[in-house]
């Protein structure tokens, strides 16, 4: 009797070992690696098995990790791991404070920073975890860049708020030269000069993406049910979207939410449903 209680109890034991090596490993692999470290803010459950990923508004030379925090207690996000990632000019932020870049140098940068999101987004895929994508304003912009130059099956699920798809020529145009602006009414463009460097630069950063059409660019999709869009009907940062932007994400069966407000009354008051419609967060 005592030789098999023994046995038993070394089954047990082996057993449990095994499980706790098991637990180990699992753990291993989902740890963010220094590398990404490197490229991200993080917050919640580091093993968590759904990803939200944001692509940061702006631009700015700093990583927002203060706002994103702000933002997060408009929306209930438990077990998610949540994950701001850098642009070129948050990595990088001397490149644009003493010299005024070109728009060659702008458009190039956005590339980088598309591929750094880019990087973050296939590392936590490829550990199998689900990955959501939320992009608002400057944001916006890089997801709808993010889709275009490598897929919309890269992530699982999107969230783009007050961003454009053809957004005014004579707009992108005077960010390109460095200039500020904004839309009366949400629909009437304005331009004005900037007096500071580093601004100048950061609207050559808006317009690199900002001049690109992107009801054609990303026509090649039939589908973007993947996609919820929320925008504002008197959004002065970015203007409403057109008739004809809205009708191509119809199209493209898209789940479209839609604001009375400006900029940032919009992102307050539709984050909470955005999370609930593109998620499933309540």
Known sequence: MMKKNIILKLIITLFVLSCSKDNEAKKTVLEISAEIEALVYYSGEEDASTVLINTQGGPITELDTEGFDDLLTLVNTPNLLNVTVHQAQTLNPSDFSSDDITFEQAINYDAESIEVLYKVIKYFKDQGRTVYVLGISFGAFMTQELIVRKGLDVADKYLI???RLDIDEVF????????IGFFENGILPSLLEQDDVTRRNMSRLAAGLGRNRYTQLLNEHEDLS???YVYGKTDENVGKLTEAELQFLQSKNANIISGNGGHGDTIDTHIA???EEAFGIE
């Open 226 to 228: 993947k996609v919820t």
């Open 161 to 163: 708020m007050v961003g």
């Open 273 to 275: 449903q955005g999370f």
């Open 172 to 179: 992108w145009q005077g960010f390109s030269e460095g200039k």
